[in-house]
């Protein structure tokens, strides 16, 4: 299968407030996160900046999916010092964050509708009005390579488009923050660039993007920052 | 041999449009239609809550609801009766043998279906989707709704088991019923009758309709399923 | 070898009580009465034969008999019992008994027929005042007599007030009961019922109101199989003095509910 065209021009913003590049958007001053007696790790002093793509890697079961899970507030951490948007917290995830922090599975759900549904869902949740909502839909998927596929269902999807679709559905809401779980995993060699792109082009956006993957050909991209999850502690490589 | 000619008769019947045969299947229709209609938002939304909020009892709530699955729809259609008889508690309402106390019954038969169904449904439906739903913007309670869209096909397989239950039962709708020509005489009840008095045919006849009414809908089922197939 | 000889045994035991069976088909007034449960053991200490009650309406009885399903059939409902003769299903016809029929209805009594003295002049009144009456609609052998009654005064029953509901006569009494009606009813099932319903008789012992109940074999030349020796047994006993003296023996408040002999004419 020949390799969709995917579009890397940068897209209208729908945010109002663009940061300063070396500004930090997420500050995590410490966050831990244990499974009844065991300590799964023990974060201190991380600092996530725009425009920046990380790598997060470690062995499995090291803590990389619950990090992302943390992060995006589908899983409560033990203790909590977060800086994020303006706001800080030490206790429960705010929900307005949840406008600027998205998160994508390792084998992300896809509504049983079809390619134009799933995308648009996310700005429907926002009720952003259906012509402007149309428009960002259309951009979204050209920006994944998935125009030929509009209306056809997930289920007929190939494993690599899926995961396109995943990052599109996310992308068109402008996230500050993309969280994205082994995106590269389950795919053909042919498939994985592709994805590769589609990060590529959000960091140039000014997004910040955290992947947590083995993927040499994403750890191996020049800018990438590395953070490894070992024995419960994180460094920055 | 007989059987055929009654069989034959009864084709005949249902084809040249018999006013009486006719006018039972829409009864049927309406009371069970009615039944649904009233049931279903309660159940679905009692179903959705025991699978999604725990709270002190819950334990109990779902193994009753469970048991109330196969409960014989005579022993409903008798608690019914007993409250609406004219020496009952409710016997001033005069519900007893109208078709609103028909419904009232199906709609009680019918309730533990829909709810268990949804219940495993959406107990079913990984949580995953509610998350994804909730990452990409929506509050619980529309999450909630996706979920429950997302697994629809389930639900619904639990509404055409309820109004197969219920379309076809006779012993609730006898007793609050009445069997009376023309006002609370459905199907199942004129099926009864019809036996009795020896008229195979009329019976037959409406045995014929339920059949076709089931297998109509199972296909209209497995239609819409087959759209919505998971991979 | 020995779960084999078990398990034949298992089916045959019960097959050796068959072999003294006799199957009769009735109606469910006749055997919601009581009576059978009383008679009918006297009859099987006499000859040993067990008779096995199957109770359905009057057409479906007189249909298990012409199919050879049963051995014997009672019911009260003589222009079909005629037919069944005429028909040939069966050989030979006896009058058993009577009963009679009774209007009963609501302690008001809105159509005002107490001290009526005919029947069919009492459903007259019924219907022009448009009471409410319940039939049992279910061509028993109830509600052919209602429906003889009412072709005497040359009325179709039609309306809001005529409501036929296809159930038995307890059934049927206990909706006239709630819905303050009148019905039809045979002496015996509303004795039974009386005090649950709250109805009261309003017509009763006049012309038209009798019940007459005929036994009938089934014909062996049209079905060899059935237990034709056994059926004449039950019929020559029931109509015999002995079988009369059995009948009497039915009361409920000291009133006796089955006359034996033929129904005086109407």
């Known amino acids: ?237 | 041999m007989e059987l055929w000619a009654a069989t034959q008769e009864a084709l005949r019947m249902l084809f040249t449009g018999d006013p009486e045969l006719w006018g039972v299947v829409w009864i049927s229709l309406k009371v069970s239609g009615m039944a649904l209609l009233i049931a279903t938002p309660v159940a679905v939304l009692s179903g959705f809550v025991l699978a999604t909020v725990s709270f002190p009892g819950r334990r109990a709530v779902v193994v009753i609801l469970q048991s109330f699955l196969s409960f014989p729809t005579v022993v409903v259609g008798l608690v019914l009766y007993v409250l609406l008889a004219r020496s009952g508690p409710l016997g001033e309402l005069g519900l007893l043998y109208t078709q609103t106390a028909m419904i009232l019954g199906q709609a009680i038969i019918a309730f533990p279906v829909l709810a268990a169904f949804t219940l495993a449904s959406v107990q079913g439906a990984d949580r995953i989707v509610h998350e994804t739903a909730v990452s990409l913007g929506a509050s619980p309670s529309r999450a909630a709704l996706t979920t429950l869209f997302e697994v629809r096909f389930a639900v619904m397989a639990g509404l055409f088991n309820g109004f197969g239950r219920v379309i076809s039962e006779v012993g609730c709708a006898m007793m609050v019923g009445g069997n009376i020509a023309g006002s609370t005489r459905n199907i199942p009840t004129a099926i009864s009758l019809e036996t009795a008095k020896g008229e195979f045919s009329q019976g037959i006849a409406l045995g014929i309709v339920l059949i076709v009414m089931a297998l109509v809908i199972n296909g209209a089922f497995h239609t819409l399923q087959g759209e919505g197939q998971l991979k | 070898m020995k779960v084999l000889l078990a398990v034949a045994l298992a089916f045959l035991l019960p097959l050796q009580g068959l072999a003294n069976e006799l199957r009769l088909a009735t109606t469910t007034s006749t055997e919601a009465s009581g009576l059978l449960a009383l008679i009918l053991p006297k009859f099987e200490k006499l000859t040993g034969i067990k008779v096995k009650v199957i109770s359905v309406g009057t057409g479906q009885a007189l249909k298990l008999a012409e199919r050879g399903d049963v051995d014997v059939v009672m019911v009260h409902s003589r222009p079909d019992e005629d037919k069944y003769m005429a028909a040939g299903f069966g050989t030979v016809r006896r009058d058993v008994m009577y009963n009679d029929f009774i209007i009963v209805g609501p302690k008001t009594d809105p159509a005002k027929l107490r001290g009526e003295r005919n029947a069919s002049a009492a459903l007259m009144r019924i219907a022009k005042t448009e009471s409410k009456f319940i039939s049992r609609g279910d061509d028993s052998g109830t509600h052919k007599k209602e429906l003889a009654l009412w072709r005497e005064v040359n009325i179709t029953p039609k309306g809001k007030w005529y409501l036929e509901v296809g159930q038995g006569m307890g059934e049927t009494l206990t909706m006239a009961g709630n819905l303050l009606a009148y019905t039809l009813s045979d002496r015996g099932t509303y004795l039974a019922h009386r005090g649950r319903v709250g109805l009261h008789v309003i017509v009763t012992q006049v012309p038209g109101l009798y019940n007459p109940y005929g036994i009938m074999d089934v014909n062996p030349a049209k079905h060899p199989h059935t237990k034709h020796s056994y059926a004449l047994k039950l019929i020559n006993w029931i109509v015999s003095p002995a079988g009369r003296d059995a009948i009497l023996e039915l009361k409920v408040d000291g009133a006796v509910l089955f006359t034996p002999g033929p129904a005086p004419k109407d």
Request: glycine letters at 6%.
């Open chain 1, 1 to 237: 299968m020949t390799a969709a065209k995917i579009s890397t021009t940068a897209l209208p913003t729908a945010l109002p407030t663009a940061m300063p590049n070396n500004e930090s958007m997420l500050f995590i001053k410490r966050l831990t996160k244990s499974f009844g007696e065991r300590q799964l790790f023990a974060i201190n002093n991380l600092s996530l900046r725009p425009g920046t793509l990380y790598v997060l890697t470690g062995d499995n079961g090291s803590g990389k999916t619950t990090l992302l899970r943390i992060l995006a507030g589908l899983e409560p951490a033990d203790t909590l010092d977060m800086t994020f948007a303006g706001t800080s917290t030490t206790a429960v995830y705010p929900p307005e964050w949840r406008q600027h922090i998205i998160h994508v599975h390792q084998h992300p759900y896809l509504f049983q509708s079809n390619v134009e549904a799933n995308v648009a869902y996310g700005l429907i949740m926002r009720k952003v009005p259906a012509a402007t909502r149309d428009v960002l839909v259309s951009e979204a998927i050209h920006w994944a390579g998935l125009d030929a596929r509009r209306g056809v269902p997930p289920k007929r999807l190939s494993g690599g488009e899926r995961q396109r679709l995943a990052l599109a559905r996310a992308k068109v809401l402008e996230p500050k923050l993309l969280l994205v779980d082994e995106p590269t995993a389950n795919l053909d060699r042919h498939a994985r660039p592709q994805i590769v792109l589609l990060l590529q082009n959000m960091v140039a956006a000014q997004r910040t993007v955290v992947v947590a993957c083995h993927d040499r050909e994403i750890i191996d991209l020049p800018g990438v920052v590395r953070l490894d999850l070992t024995d419960g502690a994180l460094t920055t490589a």
